[in-house]
């Protein structure tokens, strides 16, 4: 597995601080962009909660996802949050060490009394002291917080900084990126109650040691959740059930929860999202296919990866995100000069480098930038780039609607039918095109749209 390590440099640990005029709650950000560029420590709230309560919880529920490995879990693990500042809102990102849950907590304009929010994203802190600390508050009571360092603050801080070393691996950021891309194509199954999302939530298996293989399906049923043997039309994949226990933070304060899922074609497991709404916030979980499968590798990006015309889309839409809460597609066409559909492909796109997030309430996509090398989500991506070798090796033939593609001692037929590629090769018997195409296909897309590869256009 190819990895590197995240070094991520602190101007002193985050806590939390009590005085007499009440408790402040300090969160310290590492290296990061903001619409004045890179900045070491940005600075995006300065203000009081709402629900001072509620957000510590929440803000841990973020905390125990990026700690935590629901499969293998004898591997150490451990990613600061994420934190991006859009103008009306804070969200708080993490992705698991299996690569399999993804978290946000967004913490919405009314669930923040103070200043405006700020624009930017970078890491912030959340040590165990501080873990500790919020775990601890239980009463409402004024809670000022603080996304940066203090509004005086010199910029050149004395003394050593706090410094993190983590292990940062290639599938960890394709897999933030596939989900994303995952959840672009959810709609919403099911709401519930405050009571019965506590009593369906409570009532999930809890196992010990590593997340079972395997998926249960469930359907709503009148105002309730029941379980299904079979995936009936508009039933939600739970693969893993245990893997929502971070939603166990903040069930006592939960308003609804909003479930939701691609449409069900057939009875393989596909990922699912989990968002309990609360008092001016939301807390959403979307869950991988299995347990033991990763979001790293769905594929759902490789198409909008292929080609050089995504990739000059995509530049070009980059330059007119702004930290936007919500991106509208057809106002980025109008801006832009590109077709809706064009600019939907460049999003995908972008989302592979960290630069968009899918919000499922809003059903909207949103601007953020990953303080992470994220472009090598795309440069080692194993089967982008063998379709990349393939493509430019000059071993694609073409006749219409059906290609082959040689590869070691066999040959392989790529044909399309309605828009979809299908192969002879293993990967295609194997997944039916479920987990993104395989590097024949993507080599013969490739090839057809004239990408420039290694050894030039063939």
């Known amino acids: 597995m190819t990895r590197s390590v995240q070094a991520l440099a602190y101007a002193r640990p985050s806590a939390l601080e009590s005085s007499q005029v009440g408790a402040s709650l300090g969160l310290e950000t590492a290296g990061g962009l903001t619409p004045r560029g890179a900045e070491a420590h940005p600075r995006f709230f300065a203000g009081f909660l709402s629900a001072p309560r509620i957000a510590a919880r929440g803000l841990l529920a973020v905390a125990d996802v990026a700690a935590a490995r629901y499969y293998q879990r004898t591997l150490a693990s451990s990613l600061d949050p994420v934190v991006t500042g859009n103008g009306d809102r804070l969200r708080f990102e993490s992705f698991s060490g299996c690569c399999g849950v993804y978290a946000r907590l967004d913490v919405l304009q009314e669930g923040l009394e103070g200043e405006r929010t700020g624009h930017g994203t970078t890491n912030v802190d959340v040590n165990n002291p501080l873990r500790d600390a919020l775990s601890r508050i239980t009463a409402d009571d004024p809670l000022h917080l603080r996304v940066g360092p203090e509004e005086l603050a010199v910029t050149t801080v004395d003394g050593p900084l706090v410094e993190k070393k983590v292990p940062l691996p290639d599938r960890w950021l394709r897999g933030f990126a596939e989900a994303q891309v995952a959840s672009a194509g959810f709609d919403l199954r099911a709401e519930l109650s405050a009571a019965q999302a506590v009593a369906f939530l409570r009532s999930l298996p809890r196992r010990s040691g590593n997340a079972a293989r395997g998926a249960q399906w469930v359907v709503a049923s009148g105002s309730a959740l029941r379980p299904t043997t079979r995936p009936a039309p508009g039933a939600v994949c739970l693969p893993g059930p245990e893997r929502l226990v971070a939603l166990e933070r903040v069930l006592r304060h939960a308003t609804a929860l909003r479930v939701y899922g691609p449409p069900v074609a057939d009875g393989a497991p596909v990922a699912s999202a989990w968002e309990v709404v609360l008092p001016g916030m939301r807390l959403t979980l979307t869950l991988s296919p299995d347990a033991a499968r990763g979001f790293s590798g769905e594929g759902g990006v490789l198409e909008a990866l292929a080609t050089d015309e995504a990739a000059a889309d995509a530049e070009l839409v980059s330059v007119l995100l702004a930290w936007e809460p919500t991106i509208e597609p057809a106002s980025l066409a109008e801006q832009s000069g590109l077709s809706v559909e064009r600019v939907r492909a460049a999003l995908t796109r972008l989302g592979t ?96 749209r004239g990408a420039t590869v290694a050894g030039g256009v063939r």
């Open 353 to 448: 480098a960290g630069r968009v997030g899918y919000d499922l309430a809003d059903a909207a996509y949103f601007h953020r930038e990953l303080p992470y090398d994220a472009d090598r989500a795309e440069r080692h991506n194993p089967r982008l780039v063998a379709a990349r070798e393939l493509a430019g090796a000059g071993v694609v033939s073409l006749d219409g609607a059906v290609a082959s593609v040689a590869s070691g001692d066999r040959r392989y037929q790529v044909r399309e039918s309605d828009g979809r590629l299908t192969c002879t090769c293993q990967w295609w018997a194997d997944y039916r095109g479920k987990r993104g195409p395989c590097k024949h296909a993507l080599a013969v897309t490739m090839v057809r």
